[in-house]
């Protein structure tokens, strides 16, 4: 398996809501990455978990809350979001977050917050 | 941090033709990827490829590390080529970072 699956693949919620996106991987990464892109920009850092260990948080607001159950599991919890957090939310992994490895991404999930 | 930037912008291609994308980046870098962005909007790496040469069929790339700068040629395009082109690096005190350029935006008419 050489793939990192994200679900949902589209979602709308609401200001007022919470939901999660979800991505797996069954590579044997121990890094894993939560990446936003704008419409017609590329794709910016957000959070690096190395070994199931928050590593790195850019400064990201708090209605975006991460969590890594296991190594094989990423979820991001939304919450409150605003229209301007509409983006595609990437996640990656990679064999190592200080290795030099290629990262391999997912599909994304686009989300429109109303 | 680290600067990556892509040219050209834009390319548009008659199907068949070969073309050549540049990405130059501002540090030395330990990791050096090629994506394709299509237009669903999924990252398919092409490369990882932090010096030398590498080839896949009609695809092939070029990092010259020392001199900072990377090549990504693709020859016989097919309007399934089209989408967006992503240089991607890693520096070495960039931990788990990966930094991206603007991207090249690619279009193969038929």
């Known amino acids: 398996d050489t793939e990192v699956t994200q679900t949902p693949k589209h979602l709308v919620m609401g200001m007022t809501n919470k939901k999660s996106l979800k991505c797996e991987q069954h590579m044997g990464h121990r890094a894993m990455y939560w990446y936003k892109q704008k419409a017609k920009k590329p794709p910016e850092l957000m959070f690096v978990y190395s070994y199931e260990k928050l590593s790195i948080n850019e400064s990201v607001p708090s209605r975006f809350s991460p969590e890594c159950p296991n190594s094989s599991l990423l979820n991001l919890h939304l919450h409150a979001l605003q229209p301007e957090d509409s983006a595609l939310y990437l996640c990656a992994s990679s064999h190592g977050a200080a290795a030099n490895y290629g990262y391999t991404f997912g599909s994304g999930t686009r989300l429109t917050v109303v | 941090g680290i600067q990556v930037e892509q040219s050209p912008p834009d390319l548009i291609l008659q199907e068949g033709a070969n073309s050549t994308l540049r990405c130059n980046f501002s540090?030395?870098?330990?990791?050096l990827q090629w994506f394709h962005q299509n237009p669903w909007g999924q990252l398919i790496n092409l490369f990882y490829?932090?010096?030398g040469t590498k080839q896949n069929g009609r695809l092939s790339a070029t990092t010259v590390a020392t001199e900072r700068y990377s090549l990504l040629y693709i020859s016989s395009s097919q309007t399934t080529d089209s989408g967006v082109y992503f240089c991607?690096?890693?520096?070495?005190?960039?931990?788990?970072?990966?930094?991206f350029g603007q991207g090249t935006i690619l279009t193969v008419h038929p």
């Open positions: 490829i932090p010096s």
């Open positions: 540090d030395s870098v330990n990791n």
């Open positions: 991607a690096v890693r520096g070495g005190t960039s931990y788990g970072k990966l930094t």
